[in-house]
């Protein structure tokens, strides 16, 4: 079965520097929560998105900003990056967030290094 | 704001044995759901177990099984005939009204052969 898919799996940027992480859901799933998991700590939410709008935002700095395209992918954009910025960023999907569906199915991951 | 507990931040098992790992939330939402998230060194989040509220049959997965107490507001987890595959993070979960997750510190696992 097709799972969720981030690209890239691994990236490395300079301070200051910009990132754009994306996202692709399971088919058919509609609604996308990115996560930020740093060393040693428990993912943390950051923004989701149902049917291209936000539908939630949690500790998301300013200086990160995030969409949902037409075909439900999402990307999340990073500018001037800091060192507290490195961590795993994790995507989940899914459906129409209504009973059962409320099971979020977690990408691989990207880790992010800002040295 | 809803908070998720995980009192035990390293636990250890006998292989074939059998471990609960605990949590407990804080929440004045009445319908939500709990979920059980594996996370092995690969670092990707594996869904183990969910648990919705509304119901009061404790959800089980072969050799996963969850004592839910809503009234405690507690949900813990046992994991019966313990495998090396096994170790990993355990993550608590919870999901309310909005839907993100709101997740416990972890658990580590360690299985000994």
């Known amino acids: 079965a097709a799972g969720v898919i981030q690209s890239p799996r691994h990236l490395i940027k300079e301070k200051r520097e910009t990132a754009t992480l994306k996202c692709y859901p399971i088919?058919?799933?509609?609604?996308v929560y990115w996560y930020q998991q740093g060393p040693g700590q428990d993912p943390q939410f950051l923004i989701s998105?149902?049917?291209?709008?936000?539908?939630d935002k949690g500790s998301i700095p300013d200086r990160f900003s995030a969409q949902q395209f037409s075909d439900y992918h999402s990307e999340l954009n990073m500018s001037s990056l800091e060192l507290g910025d490195s961590a795993l960023y994790f995507c989940?999907?899914?459906?129409?967030?209504?009973?059962?569906?409320?099971?979020?199915?977690f990408g691989p991951g990207t880790r992010l290094t800002v040295l | 704001a809803q908070t998720v507990t995980q009192s035990q931040p390293e636990m250890s098992v006998q292989e074939a044995e059998t471990v609960t790992l605990s949590c407990t939330y804080d929440?004045?939402?009445?319908?939500?759901?709990l979920f059980w998230y594996k996370q092995p060194p690969s670092r990707q989040m594996i869904l183990v177990i969910r648990?919705?509220?509304?119901?009061?049959q404790n959800a089980t997965e072969n050799r996963f099984s969850v004592n839910f107490q809503k009234a405690a507001k507690s949900f813990s987890l046992k994991i019966s005939d313990s495998q090396l595959g096994d170790a990993a993070m355990y993550f608590c979960?919870?999901?309310?009204?909005?839907?993100?997750?709101?997740f416990g510190a972890g658990t580590r696992l360690t299985v000994k052969p």
């Open positions: 989940a999907s899914s459906l129409n967030p209504s009973g059962l569906a409320r099971v979020q199915f």
């Open positions: 088919p058919r799933h509609d609604t």
């Open positions: 998105f149902y049917e291209k709008m936000q539908s």
């Open positions: 929440t004045s939402e009445s319908d939500y759901y």
């Open positions: 648990q919705e509220a509304y119901k009061q």
């Open positions: 979960a919870y999901s309310g009204v909005n839907n993100d997750m709101r």
